[in-house]
């Protein structure tokens, strides 16, 4: 039977013999039903009709995104260290090219994924590569729509998914939603891989939070200051957002900390709102 993937947020489900009535993950307040109507396709139905772009970042670091723009739109990324490889959030299209193409690079030892808007086929992801584990947190449990034994749920604040990287659970947009530390990254400096957990924006001097992008609900103060101050304690000069050319290539740290007191100031907390917030 196939496994029908949600042409909206390009989520696939479980094996059914014809697609489901609904997509949960559309029809929750953060996200929406295309306006005509819920609509469903296949990996084999896409191939053919989709490709999978693979751009280098940085030594150790390649997006890769599907043309044309698919689902949400958004870019995976593959982290290569001597410990292993890491592809960071899925997308929907999977193809022997794709799959060629990252075995060439050593191919996949672990899969991680920021919140459910990003599971993409990860459960395929993981096949093509010998049953990969898929970490998702617990928190976001019932969002999987494709049950695995291939997918591990982690609990608490931080997972190492491999060696050398951490996950860290910032909650927020999901009530699991995480962010990838790969201090290896920019070249020592540290490199911060956040979905949209931690959104880069237009003006790449800053990022931003939100509970539904696409519906523009913002975060209570009161979560994006415990972003804030939990990502405190990690060093990182770039951050890589979820979707092309949404990157903080220099200072990121900082960028996160004065998005974090602008938002705090614009939602009412006042200068210093971050800093008076930490003490509270």
């Not at 307040?29 to 109507?37: F, I, K």
């Not at 695995?148 to 749920?153: D, P, Q, R, T």
């Not at 519906?215 to 304690?233: D, H, Y």
């Amino acid at each position: 039977m196939p496994c029908h993937i949600c042409v909206t947020c390009g989520v696939q489900h479980a094996e059914s013999d014809r697609p489901p009535a609904a997509c949960s993950i559309c029809e929750d307040e953060r996200q929406y039903v295309g306006w005509g109507g819920q609509r469903w396709t296949t990996v084999p139905d896409m191939a053919g009709r989709y490709r999978n772009q693979l751009d280098d970042q940085e030594p150790g670091l390649a997006s890769l995104r599907t043309e044309p723009h698919f689902g949400i739109g958004q870019r995976a990324f593959l982290v290569q260290t001597p410990a292993g490889n890491l592809l960071w959030d899925c997308l929907s299209l999977i193809d022997e090219e794709s799959v060629a193409a990252l075995a060439e690079r050593g191919g996949i030892d672990a899969i991680a994924i920021s919140h459910p808007h990003f599971y993409g086929t990860c459960v395929e992801w993981s096949a093509a590569f010998g049953d990969a584990p898929v970490y998702i947190h617990r928190a976001d449990a019932p969002w999987v729509m494709r049950p695995s034994s291939s997918v591990v749920l982690w609990d608490g604040e931080a997972a190492e998914p491999l060696p050398g990287l951490t996950l860290v659970h910032l909650g927020g947009h999901f009530d699991g939603a995480a962010v990838l530390h790969w201090p290896a990254g920019a070249g020592g400096r540290g490199a911060l891989l956040t979905g949209d957990t931690i959104q880069v924006v237009m003006d790449r001097r800053f990022v931003s939070f939100m509970w539904s992008y696409p519906n523009l609900v913002p975060l209570k103060p009161e979560q994006v200051t415990a972003i804030a101050s939990r990502m405190a304690g990690y060093d990182f000069d770039r951050m890589y957002g979820a979707f092309e050319g949404r990157s903080v290539l220099g200072d990121a740290a900082a960028a996160l900390s004065r998005s974090a007191e602008r938002y705090l100031k614009r939602m009412g907390a006042g200068p210093g709102g971050l800093e008076g917030r930490r003490g509270a």
